[in-house]
């Protein structure tokens, strides 16, 4: 167990369907981020939030939308995605300007059909 | 718009052998930090560097930033079989119009194989 968990573990749903990835920290950390980790692609920042505050949306579709109601946790909306979408769905927590790095949640592996 | 770039993609090595793995920004980095993510797992954070020409270890790991800030390296020595996975490395992210922002920007990754 990391501090930071990830629910559900695997999900399959389809391009018409709405779902919500969930992350809670209980690290007491003040900074929140969701990553998206394909195939033979880079980590690839979607969204940051600094004391529950969005501070970057990194370019990401409207399709996926966060939501951060407290410091501990943050979701992720899911609607009418692409089978492209499919990857593992990493959320993550740090304390700003603590230097000690990202403390990871053990990930979402999505699947579009 | 900034890249941080790793090679090599992947290494093999025989089980006692020593492994290298390189870093390389786009752009002068504030800080670095390094990752090791096992087969099936998450990414855990291994070490952060901040200062120019910074060289710091942990057993057989031996990290250094480079004298510029734009490079980094990791070093591992006589691998062992708990060494495999992918080791990534990571600066803050830095935005076109050159402002700083919030967010870490990762490299591909080098996958370490090990052959027993």
């Known amino acids: 167990e990391t501090g930071v968990t990830q629910t559900p573990r695997h999900l399959v749903m389809g391009m018409t369907n709405k779902k919500s990835l969930k992350c809670e920290q209980h690290?007491?950390?003040?900074?929140m981020y969701w990553y998206k980790q394909s195939a033979k692609k880079p980590l690839e920042l979607m969204f940051v939030?600094?004391?529950?505050?969005?501070?970057e949306n990194n370019s990401v579709p409207s399709r996926f939308s966060p939501e951060c109601p407290n410091s501990s946790h943050l979701f992720l909306h899911l609607h009418t995605l692409q089978p492209e979408d499919s990857a593992l769905y990493l959320c993550?927590?740090?304390?700003?300007?603590?230097?000690?790095?990202?403390?990871f949640g053990s990930g979402t592996r999505l699947t579009v059909v | 718009g900034q890249q941080v770039m790793q090679i090599p993609q992947y290494q093999h090595v025989q089980e006692g052998e020593d492994f290298t793995t390189y870093c390389n920004s786009s752009?002068?980095?504030?800080?670095i930090q390094w990752y090791k993510q096992r087969p099936g797992g998450h990414p855990v954070f291994l070490i952060q560097?901040?200062?120019?020409?910074e060289v710091k270890k942990q057993k057989r790991l031996t990290f250094q930033f480079g004298e510029a800030k734009k490079n980094s390296s990791l070093h591992i020595t006589a691998t062992q079989t708990t060494d495999v996975g992918t080791y990534f490395c990571?600066?803050?992210?830095?935005?076109?119009?050159?402002?700083?922002?919030?967010?870490?920007?990762f490299g591909k990754g080098t996958h370490l194989i090990i052959q027993p």
């Open positions: 939030y600094n004391f529950k505050e969005q501070t």
């Open positions: 990571a600066g803050p992210t830095i935005l076109d119009s050159g402002g700083g922002a919030d967010g870490l920007t």
């Open positions: 993550a927590s740090s304390q700003v300007q603590g230097g000690y790095g990202y403390t």
């Open positions: 752009t002068t980095l504030s800080n």
């Open positions: 560097l901040v200062k120019s020409g």
């Open positions: 690290l007491g950390h003040n900074a």
